[in-house]
């Protein structure tokens, strides 16, 4: 069984590769579709909120069954690879028909709106549960996990630029229409058809370029119940999906508010660069911010794992959670005409938040080897089931509050908002995101799965696995 093996630079690249699919449409729910529902397709922003929340109640169950059905996958391509190749193309097609506008109106608009949505999220979960369970079978060296992690969020976070770099261009375009104005809806469509099948290409390449080398010995297969109950029994893993929620939740905040940010309160504006003066949309100022986050949050998971490798991934992740989020609250003190000031701020925001992320997916590792140590069980995919599952309740949580704080203080699209939307709208994008990174900081300053106590449960595991 290769299961200390070093894992090549194509493979990395392949795997990487998988999170850059995923993660262009998980920037495209996050940053776009809660403006896309209000703005362009024409609901209001407490009926969003409340379809964010409600859609939940299945999640709460899909991901865990997903999980679950990835453990006792049985193929000659291994648990989790071949829900990669299965998916690739319902995920892309699902995807264009959540953006799409059929002209609807009223109830019908509503149920089309909670039906192709909770069909994305569904579609998502099957293709992200495994994806994310696959680096715990790729290899058990810890280095080499945070390695694939690092290379994971790199994919993910360079889908996510490409996303913020051409989404609102590719609207435009191919909205364009003869009297020089823009479809949006035409669009929204086209644009996402454009990002589904790059994602679908890139998921099929991660099938192919990836190998599953750890597999449980046959003893240590088990029920349903018993795996269920030894999650329930796992405290690091309580620890860390408290920790992962708040961090998605101080994310969600901080995407999901941006264009609102830049539309109504940043608003169209003229800058003086190198002695000549250029006018910028509020469109395109929202897009290089977006870009500039995303950007940084690159720079942060190239230096997570140094981080992590000198002071230990715990006390990284405690102390970085908590700079993003103090920083995220100074954020409220800017004004709409202190442009340089709110892309600096950015800037250290988007690093200190960005070395979070492969920590995260590192740390779940740890705890499916923490499982097998302790209960003789891995129950990898049920483990790695709930970093999807943390990651669209932090989602949705956010989401729901961005709707419902828009509707409660009288947001209405298309129109100039009144003073107290305003604060509301920059309250949400620094001061609550920065109270939720700090709550996820003091769940994870609880967390016992130290380096010291890993390097003992592999040289355990090493032992119980001969």
């Keep these: 069984m290769e299961s200390n093996v070093k894992i090549s630079l194509r493979e990395k690249l392949a795997y990487g590769a998988g999170d850059f699919a995923s993660s262009m449409?998980?920037?495209?729910?996050?940053?776009?579709l809660l403006f896309f529902y209000t703005d362009v397709f024409g609901i209001s922003a407490a009926t969003v909120g409340t379809m964010f929340l409600v859609t939940r109640i299945w999640d709460a169950v899909n991901d865990p069954v997903m999980g679950v059905i990835c453990d006792r996958t049985r193929s000659r391509w291994g648990k989790f690879r071949p829900y990669l190749l299965y998916l690739a193309i319902p995920f892309a097609l699902i995807g264009v028909l959540t953006f799409t506008n059929p002209g609807l109106s009223g109830t019908a608009k509503v149920v089309y709106a909670y039906v192709t949505y909770t069909l994305m999220m569904m579609v998502y979960t099957g293709v992200n549960v495994p994806y994310a369970s696959l680096m715990a079978v790729m290899t058990s060296n810890i280095g080499e996990r945070t390695s694939l992690a690092s290379w994971r969020l790199i994919g993910a976070f360079s889908g996510g630029l490409f996303v913020t770099l051409t989404a609102n261009y590719l609207v435009e375009y191919f909205g364009a229409?003869?009297?020089?104005?823009?479809?949006?809806?035409?669009?929204y469509q086209w644009a996402i058809t454009v990002f589904g099948i790059l994602a679908a290409t890139l998921l099929i390449l991660t099938f192919l370029g990836t190998r599953e080398r750890l597999e449980p010995p046959k003893e240590a297969q088990s029920s349903l119940k018993e795996d269920i109950r030894n999650l329930l029994r796992n405290g690091p893993w309580f620890i860390l999906l408290g920790a992962a929620i708040f961090n998605n939740i101080f994310n969600t905040l901080r995407d999901g508010t941006t264009l609102y940010y830049f539309k109504y309160f940043i608003q169209d504006q003229s800058l003086a660069l190198f002695g000549e003066s250029y006018d910028f949309s509020h469109g395109a100022l929202a897009s290089a911010y977006l870009s500039v986050w995303v950007g940084t949050n690159i720079i942060g998971v190239i230096i997570a794992k140094p981080l992590a490798t000198r002071f230990g991934k715990k006390r990284t992740f405690f102390y970085s959670i908590l700079l993003s989020s103090l920083l995220s609250i100074a954020f409220y003190f800017l004004q709409a005409d202190q442009l340089v000031a709110i892309f600096a701020l950015n800037i250290l925001?988007?690093?200190s938040a960005g070395i979070v992320m492969p920590l995260l997916w590192a740390m779940y590792a740890d705890i499916a080897d923490y499982s097998e140590w302790k209960n003789g069980k891995r129950s990898t995919g049920l483990i790695f089931s709930s970093s999807s599952m943390s990651q669209k309740f932090g989602w949705t949580i956010g989401g729901a509050l961005t709707g419902w704080i828009l509707s409660f203080l009288g947001f209405e699209a298309n129109v100039a908002q009144t003073d107290v939307a305003i604060q509301g709208i920059r309250l949400m994008i620094s001061v609550l995101a920065g109270v939720a990174g700090i709550i996820a900081a003091l769940f994870v300053r609880s967390y016992k799965l130290d380096e010291s106590t890993m390097e003992q449960i592999q040289k355990d595991l090493k032992i119980m696995r001969k």
């Design 177 to 187: 229409n003869s009297s020089g104005g823009v479809d949006y809806g035409k669009g």
């Design 349 to 351: 925001i988007g690093i």
């Design 25 to 32: 449409f998980w920037k495209l729910f996050s940053m776009f």
